[in-house]
């Protein structure tokens, strides 16, 4: 049974950070990421990680303020959220799921794990986090 369970969110004055973490049983990932959604938008990937933590993707907004990692041992993953603003309001959720392939600088594979939403199949519940 696969559970992803995520857990941190709250409500923070802005320029206020948070650190969302989430837990993964039943399931050995490889791409995991976490994503948000405001009601009335599309769920949105912001960061994402493949589990060597070596392949590693943030969207343009959180870029710079948020930190994507990974215990592997606790198969957990964590987001760290700095500088926060109103429009980091959302339901923040993890998900693990599909990895591309990606070439790196010395001529070697590895796993690439991408923002879109439709290739994770496995989802938390989602927790909320609330900047103002």
């Known amino acids: 049974h696969v559970q992803l369970v995520e857990s941190g969110g709250g409500s923070v004055q802005v320029g206020g950070s948070l650190r969302l973490s989430c837990s993964v049983s039943?399931?050995?990932?490889?791409?995991i990421g976490w994503f948000r959604q405001v009601p009335g938008q599309e769920r949105e990937g912001i960061a994402v990680?493949?589990?060597?933590?070596?392949?590693?993707y943030y969207s343009d907004p959180v870029k710079g303020r948020f930190t994507i990692s990974g215990d592997i041992a606790k198969n957990t993953l964590y987001l760290q959220m700095n500088s926060l603003k109103p429009e980091d309001t959302a339901t923040y959720y993890c998900?693990?799921?599909?990895?591309?392939?990606?070439?790196?600088?010395?001529?070697?594979?590895?796993?690439?794990?991408?923002?879109?939403?439709?290739?994770?199949?496995?989802w938390g519940q989602g927790t909320q986090v609330t900047v103002s």
């Open positions: 998900a693990a799921g599909r990895c591309r392939r990606e070439w790196t600088p010395t001529g070697s594979v590895r796993r690439r794990p991408t923002l879109a939403t439709r290739e994770y199949n496995y």
């Open positions: 039943g399931y050995t990932y490889n791409c």
């Open positions: 990680n493949n589990r060597e933590g070596t392949s590693t």
